[in-house]
């Protein structure tokens, strides 16, 4: 079993850990346990436990931006795939803090434990608001002086539906309405300069 | 001493109290022993130690309400009193958190403690944004269908900077430049509807 052992088995048996245990107990050798190998093979792999936690949640990350990718399509404005990508985030954050709240919390904690992770993940986020606000400039849907600070102001802007902190909000009687709201507000705010003329800023 | 006593003296004293020792230790003999009288005569005021509580909570309330009134004022236009309000919610939030972070997390925690005291909150804050909206739409400056629903819009858009959720990134380098970027884009958005036949929605 040792000689067979890879990376990716080792990443997905740790995801079982702190699932199983949580983050403050699982330990490498669970991890190793739960594979039926030693703790050195384990550590053959990654060198340090900060290590593998690091490359479990890169892993977990990574699929939620393989999720994330815009859905760009034909006859699709930039405003559809922008409502579209913001109402998929809030879907999936829901259900995920839903459905497996304790792999959630989990995975917030691990999130945390490295700012540049944060950093990361955040920058990918954002990134994916600038390849969408960025096509909607392309076309004259949406003008902007800077595309990056304004990917920066939609992502703040829709805080309250994808910021965990807000998890317990999302169950509201009137939050997709209200997510609705502040897409529309959004929406109109990128389309607005379209004719920078018609008006001066505050 | 006892004899004049007033619910005023009271409340200042309560919220000593609660500031010295914190929400979990705070008793009502505390409050009598700071000023001197009976703990029944505390009593007379205020028939429960919760009755204290959220009296003293509403008054601190009533303070930032009265605070957060809107600067209407000759020349100015709604965007204007708008990004201005916005900023001293902002400013006046960061100052209490930092200035004061214990008695923020009191109050925090008081406020919790009764969610018709939050609802009474949020209700007065989206009323003010309800009242400033209007003003915009009545000179044509804002368009919308719905006032109350924009308003909580408004609120919910610029969450990162007042909910105190967020209270610890209120520190980072950036976060005036983004909070303005939010601002614009939320006061974008309140205009454009001003030509409706401009564009439809998404």
Redesign the interface.
């Known amino acids: 079993m040792a000689e067979a052992l890879t990376g990716e088995a080792i990443l997905a048996a740790t995801e079982e850990v702190l699932r199983r245990y949580g983050p403050a107990k699982a330990t490498v050798v669970d991890v190793a346990k739960a594979l039926g190998v030693s703790h050195g093979s384990v550590y053959r792999h990654f060198a340090t436990k900060a290590a593998l936690r690091e490359a479990v949640t890169k892993r977990w990350l990574a699929a939620i931006h393989e999720e994330m990718t815009p859905a760009f399509g034909e006859g699709l ?1 930039a ?2 795939v ?2 579209a990508w913001l109402q998929k985030l809030f879907d999936e954050k829901r259900r995920a803090h839903h459905e497996d709240e304790e792999l959630f919390a989990t995975f917030r904690t691990l999130v945390h434990e490295s700012s540049d992770i944060v950093e990361y993940h955040l920058g990918h986020m954002v990134g994916q608001l600038t390849r969408i606000i960025s096509a909607g400039v392309e076309t004259h849907e949406f003008v902007t002086d800077d595309v990056d ?2 990917a ?3 992502w ?5 539906f994808h ?1 965990p ?2 998890a317990r909000e999302w169950t509201g009687p009137r939050v997709q ?2 997510f609705d ?2 897409v ?12 920078p003329s ?2 001066g ?2």
């Open positions: 404005t405003a559809e922008l409502r600070v304004t920066q102001a939609v703040d802007a829709t805080n309250r910021h902190a807000h309405e209200e709201a502040v529309s507000l959004v929406i109109a705010g990128l389309r607005y300069n379209r004719v018609a008006a800023d505050a």
